[in-house]
Every structure is written in structure tokens, then in C-alpha cells.
């Protein structure tokens, strides 16, 4: 058992979506670190307890507005990466 942040494993799910898609970034990992720290700090923790495994399960059926907000975080940490790159 051990305890996790929902969000944060959202956030990780669907930036490996959009990273392959984006083209304004620099595509190094220091960018996309700095990305996913910005957007995970927009975001409120959501944390819960849960068997190695079976969050990844629940992460990908997660609901709508949580894919929302997690999107627009996203976004919102790229554009500020982009503006201001950290190296
Ligand atoms: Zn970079």
C-alpha cells in the first residue's frame, strides 16, 4: 500500500500524450520536468491510498473534468516553459 496523488499521475498520463504532439518546445527532459512541476502546481493534491497497480487502472478511465483541468494545466505550464525556458 502506499499513498499517491491522483493528479499527479494524470498529469503524467496525459503529458506523454501531448509531448509527442507538441512542436513549441524544447523537447529535453529538464522542459518537460519543468512542465510537469508547473502544471502539478496549479492543481490541487488529490491524494489516495492504493495497491501498486490498481491506480494506473482507475487513472485511465478517469473523469472528464479531471481530464479538463489536467489539460488546461498543461497547456498553461507549456506556454509559461516556452515563454521562459529554464536553461
Ligand atoms: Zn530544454
Not at 509531448?19 to 513549441?24: A, D, F, P, Y
Not at 520536468?33 to 488529490?46: E, G, T
Request: with cysteine; proline share 3%.
Amino acid at each position: 500500500m502506499e499513498i499517491l496523488n491522483y493528479n499527479e499521475i494524470l498529469v503524467k498520463e496525459k503529458l506523454n500524450e501531448m509531448w509527442k504532439e507538441q512542436k513549441l518546445l524544447c523537447k529535453c527532459k529538464k522542459c518537460r520536468l519543468d512542465v510537469m512541476a508547473l502544471a502539478l502546481n496549479q492543481l490541487p493534491p488529490k491524494y489516495v491510498v492504493s495497491e501498486k497497480g490498481e491506480l494506473y487502472l482507475k487513472a485511465n478511465s478517469f473523469n472528464l473534468q479531471a481530464s479538463t483541468d489536467v489539460t488546461k494545466a498543461i497547456v498553461d505550464a507549456m506556454g509559461k516553459v516556452e515563454r521562459k525556458p529554464n536553461h
